[in-house]
């Protein structure tokens, strides 16, 4: 048997009870080491989130497996094997997985405290700010100075007013 | 700033005062904040990373906070004067470890500290001596507020503010409180509250955060839950629940006096001889012994005159390895170390025992 985390032979072999249903956790003993599933029994948030992830999911449907946000690149599969998100565009494009398992971290789904003064940037701006940044990149790659120079102009007085 | 001129001061977290300062050492808030148009910080290039970095250290600068930040360039900065922050307080164990562009701003009441590309693109930090979490949050929310004004937070009106662990969602803010609970440790009854605070959803770590053991039983109580409730709510459950931990904290401390004061009155004067005599000192074992003598101070069990409150304080913090080598002006491998440790102890307790402060 194969570890959950890498393709190292699973040593380390963990069962827990969720609604009734055993989940099982197959993993080598340096991944389980790293993820501190053994040896520590304090609350670690990364595992919990990887541990409920994996429980909730469960075997990924190829729609959700294939799932990838066009700002950052990330695949679900990805954030469900690092517990890490790519961007916040993610938490619209991973909305529904994301609503079941904020549901289950924090037995809450919506906000509720602080609201920033100044308006949130509209996504459709943020998608253009990120598309200007990938141009200002590429021209600068390309030595295309007088282009990026343009763009960056662009950028900072969509910043200032966003 | 100067980080050799802090290395003989306890920093913020160990000033030891403030309210109910023999058994809170520190209160402490932290925001997680990003930037609406950049990847988080695992997943932006290098390029990126320093675009962000630019970015946030031309807005930190400009902001009209008295008195003023000082950035700090990790990437420049050696290993040992990473660690050294860490061991302040100051900035993260991931922070110190991870790579590509990042640095710190700090205050240099080291109340302050503004982590960039953590986890997170921000981290704001604010720290206070003794049981202050008002204090710590009135701080905290105003530099969050002039912040705001200038860069475009990543947040939406159902998530709150967006980060790169869902664990950290919503308000972004970790509230914690460390305490020193040796009593609790040495009735054996330390498990019963832990168990207690998490069926109520706070956490428990030791001294330098997530996985780290609790050394000098320095424990750390802090919010699990940062989606639904509001920064107010979240601040008064464990606002709540600490006057009961100090309650249960000093009940032991009492029963201890009335059942075992002579075993208690040798096993901190055991302590504190061990700490003036031995000639090696492990930095764990330091803190272990430091705890019994702390504890017999607030008891009366040793007299002020032998040692005083601020001097055990600072003793927790300068015998960490990485202050250590900066007071010894050398790296040092873990026997020389133990060895220089052992050599400073004895001469800083010599030194309290015949000039009383």
């Given at each position: 048997?194969?570890?959950?985390?890498?393709?190292?032979?699973?040593?380390?072999?963990?069962?827990?009870?969720?609604?009734?249903?055993?989940?099982?956790?197959?993993?080598?003993?340096?991944?389980?080491?790293?993820?501190?599933?053994?040896?520590?029994?304090?609350?670690?948030?990364?595992?919990?989130?990887?541990?409920?992830?994996?429980?909730?999911?469960?075997?990924?449907?190829?729609?959700?497996?294939?799932?990838?946000?066009?700002?950052?690149?990330?695949?679900?599969?990805?954030?469900?094997?690092?517990?890490?998100?790519?961007?916040p565009?993610?938490?619209?494009?991973?909305?529904?997985?994301?609503?079941?398992?904020?549901?289950?971290?924090?037995?809450?789904?919506?906000?509720?405290g602080k609201v920033p003064r100044r308006r949130p940037v509209e996504p459709?701006e943020v998608?253009?700010l990120?598309?200007?940044?990938?141009?200002?990149?590429?021209?600068?790659?390309?030595?295309?100075?007088?282009?990026?120079?343009?763009?960056?102009?662009?950028?900072?007085?969509k910043e200032s007013h966003g | 700033?100067?980080?050799?001129?802090?290395?003989?001061?306890?920093?913020?977290?160990?000033?030891?005062?403030?309210?109910?300062?023999?058994?809170?050492?520190?209160?402490?808030?932290?925001l997680?904040r990003n930037l609406a148009a950049?990847?988080?910080?695992?997943?932006?290039?290098?390029?990126?990373?320093?675009?962000?970095?630019?970015l946030l250290?031309?807005r930190?600068?400009k902001l009209e906070?008295?008195?003023?930040?000082?950035?700090?360039?990790?990437?420049?900065?050696?290993?040992?004067?990473?660690?050294?922050?860490?061991?302040?307080?100051?900035?993260?164990?991931?922070?110190?470890?991870?790579?590509?562009?990042?640095?710190?701003?700090?205050?240099?009441?080291?109340?302050?500290?503004?982590?960039?590309?953590?986890?997170?693109?921000l981290?704001l930090?604010?720290?206070?001596?003794?049981?202050?979490?008002?204090?710590?949050?009135?701080?905290?929310d105003k530099v969050d507020d002039l912040l705001e004004q200038r860069v475009s937070y990543a947040f939406s009106e159902?998530?709150g503010y967006l980060?790169?662990?869902?664990?950290?969602?919503?308000?972004g803010?970790?509230?914690?409180?460390?305490?020193?609970?040796?009593?609790?440790?040495?009735?054996?009854?330390?498990?019963?509250?832990?168990?207690?605070?998490?069926?109520?959803?706070?956490?428990?770590?030791?001294?330098?955060?997530?996985?780290?053991?609790?050394?000098?039983?320095?424990?750390?109580?802090?919010?699990?839950?940062?989606?639904?409730?509001?920064?107010?709510?979240?601040?008064?459950?464990?606002?709540?629940?600490?006057?009961?931990?100090?309650?249960?904290?000093?009940?032991?401390?009492?029963?201890?006096?009335?059942?075992?004061?002579?075993?208690?009155?040798?096993?901190?004067?055991?302590?504190?001889?061990?700490?003036?005599?031995?000639?090696?000192?492990?930095?764990?074992?330091?803190?272990?012994?430091?705890?019994?003598?702390?504890?017999?101070?607030?008891?009366?069990?040793?007299?002020?005159?032998?040692?005083?409150?601020?001097?055990?304080?600072?003793?927790?913090?300068?015998?960490?390895?990485?202050?250590?080598?900066?007071?010894?002006?050398?790296?040092?491998?873990?026997?020389?170390?133990?060895?220089?440790?052992?050599?400073?102890?004895?001469?800083?307790?010599?030194?309290?025992?015949?000039?009383?402060?």
């Amino acid at each position: 048997m194969k570890c959950h985390y890498c393709s190292n032979p699973a040593t380390v072999h963990l069962t827990d009870l969720v609604k009734k249903q055993k989940k099982e956790l197959h993993l080598c003993q340096a991944c389980a080491e790293q993820q501190q599933l053994i040896q520590h029994n304090e609350l670690n948030l990364t595992t919990i989130v990887q541990t409920l992830l994996g429980q909730h999911v469960g075997h990924l449907p190829d729609e959700l497996a294939r799932l990838t946000c066009p700002q950052c690149g990330i695949k679900f599969m990805e954030f469900r094997a690092e517990g890490r998100l790519g961007c916040p565009h993610d938490y619209e494009v991973f909305k529904g997985e994301l609503q079941k398992l904020l549901e289950r971290i924090h037995r809450a789904g919506r906000h509720v405290g602080k609201v920033p003064r100044r308006r949130p940037v509209e996504p459709a701006e943020v998608a253009e700010l990120v598309a200007l940044r990938k141009q200002l990149r590429e021209s600068v790659e390309a030595e295309a100075y007088e282009q990026a120079a343009r763009l960056r102009d662009r950028i900072r007085q969509k910043e200032s007013h966003g | 700033m100067n980080l050799e001129n802090l290395t003989h001061t306890s920093g913020e977290w160990l000033r030891g005062i403030g309210p109910e300062s023999d058994i809170v050492i520190s209160s402490r808030i932290r925001l997680a904040r990003n930037l609406a148009a950049f990847p988080f910080t695992n997943r932006a290039t290098g390029h990126q990373k320093s675009e962000i970095e630019a970015l946030l250290r031309e807005r930190i600068a400009k902001l009209e906070l008295d008195p003023r930040l000082d950035y700090i360039n990790l990437v420049t900065l050696s290993p040992l004067d990473r660690q050294f922050l860490v061991e302040r307080q100051l900035i993260s164990r991931e922070l110190a470890g991870s790579e590509g562009p990042r640095g710190v701003a700090l205050g240099p009441r080291e109340t302050v500290s503004l982590m960039v590309n953590e986890e997170d693109h921000l981290r704001l930090q604010v720290m206070r001596s003794g049981f202050a979490l008002d204090e710590a949050w009135q701080d905290i929310d105003k530099v969050d507020d002039l912040l705001e004004q200038r860069v475009s937070y990543a947040f939406s009106e159902e998530f709150g503010y967006l980060t790169a662990c869902p664990t950290n969602v919503g308000t972004g803010m970790r509230a914690s409180v460390m305490l020193h609970l040796p009593a609790l440790v040495l009735a054996k009854q330390i498990e019963k509250v832990f168990r207690a605070l998490q069926k109520i959803n706070l956490a428990v770590r030791g001294l330098y955060g997530e996985g780290s053991r609790a050394s000098g039983d320095f424990y750390q109580i802090s919010n699990q839950v940062t989606l639904g409730k509001s920064e107010t709510t979240i601040l008064n459950e464990i606002r709540e629940v600490i006057p009961q931990i100090i309650n249960y904290e000093r009940q032991a401390r009492t029963t201890l006096l009335k059942e075992s004061k002579q075993s208690l009155h040798d096993r901190i004067s055991r302590a504190f001889g061990t700490l003036r005599s031995a000639t090696m000192m492990t930095s764990e074992e330091t803190m272990d012994l430091l705890s019994s003598v702390r504890l017999g101070i607030n008891l009366g069990l040793l007299p002020e005159e032998q040692i005083s409150m601020p001097t055990v304080n600072e003793l927790f913090i300068q015998t960490q390895p990485a202050h250590l080598q900066k007071l010894m002006g050398a790296s040092l491998d873990g026997e020389e170390r133990n060895a220089a440790r052992a050599r400073f102890l004895r001469s800083k307790l010599r030194e309290n025992g015949s000039h009383p402060n």
